[in-house]
């Protein structure tokens, strides 16, 4: 059976030189759904995981578009709208854009929030055929009236149900308000709970619908282990863990800002090379935590869930859940910072009482129990009890912590 070419699927020779550059000729399943009814003009929802090839599959067919209306740039204003819920996956969108439209003359603005707003208000002076930007920050500008939306005929909302996480709601829908009726639309989104579904359905209008499978449902990569210890005792077993050379390259997730900022501090003042990413550390202090994680300056990265989707760093070794997240799904998205680019990765949980019926919803939406390290847990409460929910977890094995084999429970979800 022949593959699919990007070629083949009706995309103009500028694109194709610059896909070309990059070695990029077959699409990503996302990307050979999404493209064809985005270049015919209809709305799109589009249900994939993180690192699927998602961006392409929506900034080629908006390029396409803009650069066939050869319009330039009114001041203030953009005729394109991307919304992103992190500042990092902003900046990742923004070099996926630039790098696509190397060959076209369009102009792109990034708008976050932690970065210069004067050098933002700068740019959008000159106008922008696509504003990338946070939903914060846009309306601070809509608000000045620095940015006007009144031209934009393609929108993109990505990372839909993270956006809803991060109490972004309010916000996309004052930006929705303000956008022309007449436009396309593409919402992008991980997973589909019920609050998706129903901003979807306020948002779009007869959508095409591309749902692309989980990989990790196939090929399994991450081995995970849960031990069960009280609050106090977390801090003195991660210390312990680090001691172990295997833990290369690791991230901590704290469920508070504050947590992060005192398991950092801790780690630090016993000697190891750490920085804390999280809401309330600025652009500059972000970018440096993970250039440095990057490059190896700096082995743990402690964070919040907002570094759980967007951050595409190869070569983590382990993902350590210091808390349970509060939203069973963004486990996925944690231990799919690691096993990137075909690796192996371990995930380990830590999992105080309080929080053994997160555990339980986690064990449900994975479809199986996450391998007990220690000690085996004393029975549960009927307060640590939920109802069940749909699920046939299998039996947990109890065996001593190992970094190599045991139980695979899922592939990096990004």
Do not use: W
């Amino acid at each position: 059976m022949t593959e699919l070419s990007f070629a083949a699927i009706g995309l103009a020779e500028p694109l194709l030189r610059a896909l070309e550059a990059r070695k990029f000729v077959t699409p990503t399943p996302i990307q050979a759904d999404s493209i064809p009814p985005l270049l015919a003009g209809h709305d799109l929802l589009g249900i994939a995981q993180t690192g699927s090839g998602k961006t392409a599959a929506f900034s080629l067919p908006m390029l396409q578009h803009l650069g066939s209306q050869q319009a330039r740039p009114v001041p203030f204003s953009t005729r394109a709208l991307i919304l992103a819920p992190t500042r990092e996956l902003a900046l990742q969108i923004d070099e996926t854009v630039r790098f696509l439209s190397t060959n076209m003359r369009l102009r792109t603005v990034v708008i976050i929030g932690g970065a210069s707003r004067f050098k933002q208000v700068e740019a959008m002076r000159r106008g922008a055929d696509i504003v990338i930007g946070t939903p914060g920050r846009v309306c601070d500008l809509m608000n000045t009236r620095e940015l006007n939306l009144a031209s934009v005929s393609r929108f993109v909302l990505d990372e839909a149900d993270r956006m809803l996480d991060l109490g972004f709601i309010k916000d996309i829908r004052r930006i929705v308000t303000a956008l022309p009726s007449q436009r396309q639309n593409c919402l992008f989104s991980a997973t589909m709970p019920k609050e998706v579904a129903s901003l979807a359905a306020t948002l779009l209008h007869n959508p095409v619908r591309v749902e692309i499978a989980r990989q990790e449902e196939t090929a399994p990569k991450i081995d995970q282990y849960v031990h069960h210890l009280p609050q106090s005792g977390k801090l003195s077993l991660l210390m312990e863990m680090l001691n172990d050379p295997a833990l290369s390259r690791v991230i901590v997730f704290t469920r508070t800002k504050h947590g992060a900022n005192k398991v950092a501090g801790a780690l630090e003042n016993v000697g190891h090379q750490v920085n804390a990413i999280h809401g309330n550390k600025s652009q500059p202090q972000r970018e440096k935590a993970l250039r440095d994680f990057r490059t190896g300056r700096a082995r743990v990265l402690v964070a919040t869930d907002i570094a759980a989707r967007g951050i595409d760093v190869t070569g983590i070794s382990h993902v350590i859940n210091f808390d349970l997240p509060a939203e069973p799904e963004s486990y996925v998205h944690r231990i799919g910072r690691t096993a990137r680019a075909g690796a192996a990765g371990v995930a380990i949980s830590f999992c105080d009482p309080e929080e053994r019926s997160t555990l339980r919803v986690i064990e449900r939406l994975l479809g199986t129990q996450i391998t007990i390290v220690g000690e085996a847990p004393p029975p549960m409460t009927a307060q640590q009890k939920q109802p069940k929910r749909p699920g046939a977890p299998g039996q947990a094995r109890r065996k001593r912590f190992q970094s190599g084999g045991g139980n695979r429970g899922m592939r990096s979800a990004a």
